[in-house]
């Protein structure tokens, strides 16, 4: 029996070690802050927001293939290219960027925890610190691998999106019709939530991950193909997630009119398929997605930090050469979960807000990525074509111009 | 570490992209590189400068024009205008592009460090590179905040430029240190898995094939695989040749059949039939573990012949604790440890002293990890015969196989 159970353990983590960067990088992307963002897009604005989906997918695509050539080519992260490339000033300057968008998006997973337990009723107060020593604790003693496959299959959850956006009947064709028409409302909340929706799905980290992972994962240029193929899958495949949840909260949430303040009110959307246990099932798909990227982003923080300044890192290191790497994981995890613990946090929104930072900050990061992958001493023959510069410069000047107008509306207070 | 003592400490980030005056106090541009000869074993001295003039035109002006280097101010001993315009020299060093902000191998430490600054010096009378600073004060000082640590809480720690080999640019095997290759082949092999795939080729690459073999057989298995196709189908096949049967087959289970098909046909007659018998076995079990290096006896041997035997072929085993004594069609007899081997008389026959062969204690080739373990605990084995149904000897799992298999990230 035991040797059957091994046998099983053993087939399903090949079928993940077969799984591509793409589909990893793209799933992982469905987080606390991805959940809450894409079920308030379709609670507050129903289809609205859907063209804006469609382009950011192009988007993702786009620029997650371009790190993947970044990684094939130079076979190292992101933090390392840009060291070796632009000194250690604009280093420092792009490496603040991602601590801060990443400490910003590990806010959100923890109150991802936080509001999930709420849900079935377990106060934050215990469940965020145990969450915090449980992720501390298994990146140091336990697998970082196996933990990460674990909450991946647990993530697999989004499927009942899916499931749930068939069963509840939704206007297939408005939805069509939405994807291609742009509609825009110049008011604060409308820009936050569309900002919100751009950092979601495309992240700073994201860049630095997928990279990281082809070097790591040992994937060699003559797997370029392969690998762009399956980037593009994985980025039409987080989005057509995405497409199903907002689609679930605009025929549920916006048809009535209700707000997303709490947790409880995003699981309503899934009532249609599971009934009275919508809560749980919201409740537990929060937490796995809350988990992965509670485990994923601390550590993805400190080797990219530790790559760009030379500092040792990696989990078989002592802690006294190690110490650096130690102490990012650490500040990574505690500061966003001691944030997460003040009383009254409006933790929906501060989901949000994060994914806000994160696309705030986004164009800065692409901006580096556009400079290294359009070099030709650095990229040789790989560099970037025509079509993936129009796309990824445009990406970049309309997250900058979406902030402008941000700035603008809110200063002029169009709410 | 070793400190490098001199009198005026000078930082390369402190003068990269000052203005550099001529003799008659005009400014002809701003310091863009500087380029070193660089000798294994040696300080670098300086030898060009490369300066970035007016609409970006790049000079050369060498060393000996120089007369004042400092943070303060650079200036030339003649007239701009007198200066021989050479061009760049291609198999030099630069300093800004090539090895600042790079990895580099601390020799001493064997590791892989990042450059955050060079410290120059005067050595011999010779302005040259003396150490590389890899410390965050170092970092501080690129970043221009070194006055935010006046409490002096950050130290500098150097690497002696002589202790150091740098990566990129051109890396020729006669500018190799000859410390590199002192290095033990594991260390080197983490050296090459911390390097960046492109950088890490190329140290092999100036390695020669014995010693890169060793490396090799202690590179982690995925990044072995990438190396092999990097290094292309000669240097690999080089260095193949020379590793042992079992690391042989190992790596070409993990390649595509048209390469495996390659490297086999380049195996000489010997080694080609062993790899072939390996390569059967599945890697987690005793017959992809073993190796089919061990020391085999007749029963009718004596004591000194065995010795002699040992003498002569050693140099071709990782280990000769045991000798394995075989009998007809290498069916496997016994064993006779080599403590109990230098102990007796030197006439005495090896089946007068060996340890009859116990059917526990010998290894079946498809037993898994945890049999290996347990049958080489319970029998205080340092190294175990594998032998199929007949009991013909086939090969032998030595015990750092087994560790390598359960503490895979050392």
Known sequence: MRKIFKKFWFKLILIFGVIGPGIIAANADNDAGGITTYSAVGAHYGLKMLWVLLLVTVSLAITQEMGVRIGLVTRQGLGGVIRENFGVRWTSFAMLLMFVANIGTVTAEFAGVAAAFSIIGVSKYIAVPLAALAVWFILYKGSFKTTQKIFLVFSAFYIVYIINGFIVRPDFNAALVSLVTPTIEWTTPFLLTMIALIGTTITPWGQFFIQSYVVDKGLDIKHYKLEKAEVFFGAFLTDLVSFFIIISTAATLYKYGIDITDAKDAAVALRPLAGNLAQFLFAFGLFAASMLGAFILPTATAYSLCEAFGWESGFNTTWRTGRT???????????????????????????????????ILLPFILIFVMKIINNKRIMGEYVNKPVGNVIAWLTIFGIIGATVALVVTSSLGMN | MSIIFCTNMLYLSQILNSKIKDSSDKTIGRLKDISVKSKAGAYAPLDFLIVKGKRRKEYVIPYEFVENLSKEEITLKSLFKSIPNESLPESHAYLNRDVLDQQIVDLEGARVVRVNDLKLGLFEDRMSVLGIDISNKGLLRRLGLERFDFLDLLKVSFIDWRKAQPIKGILKLDTMSKDLTKLHPADLANIVEDLSLKQGSKLVRTLDAEMAAKVFEEIEPAVKKILVSYLGPEKASQIVEKMSADEIADLLQS???????????????GKLKKVERLIKYRKDTAGGLMNMDYMSAGQDWTVAHTLDEIRRVYPSMRSVLYVYVIGKREVLKGTVSLRRLISAKSNVKLKDIMKRMQKRAVIRPNQSIEDIVSVMTKYNLYTAAVVDEKNTMIGMVAIDDVMRCLAPKA
């Open chain 2, 255 to 269: 390649l595509p059949r048209e390469e495996r098909d390659r490297f086999l046909s380049l195996l000489q007659n």
């Open chain 1, 325 to 359: 790497f130690y102490i990012i994981i650490l500040l990574s995890i505690f500061i966003p979960a001691a944030f997460v613990l003040i009383p009254k946090l409006p933790l929906v929104k501060i989901m949000i807000w994060s994914q806000d930072i994160n696309g």
